[in-house]
């Protein structure tokens, strides 16, 4: 399932730059690699919990990291 984030200008000439020089296909595929290697999330995490939902405390939580 898709879905739509909203970048600046300067973001995607970023993403685009960082896509064409590791050969990457698609802008999500680059900001997957870089939350992996970033934010520590491993790549099992990636769609492991199709349809999960975020609750309030949840968000605030995740918000104080």
Excluded: Y
């Excluded at 491993?42 to 968000?59: C, E």
């Amino acid at each position: 399932m898709a879905t739509t984030i909203q970048v600046s200008g300067t973001t995607k000439q970023m993403l685009e730059l960082l896509k064409e020089k590791k050969r990457i296909r698609t802008h999500d595929q680059v900001i997957q690699q870089l939350l992996r290697q970033h934010a520590a999330v491993p790549v099992s995490m990636f769609g492991a919990v199709k349809g999960l939902r975020w609750k309030g405390k949840d968000r605030a939580e995740f918000n104080g990291l």
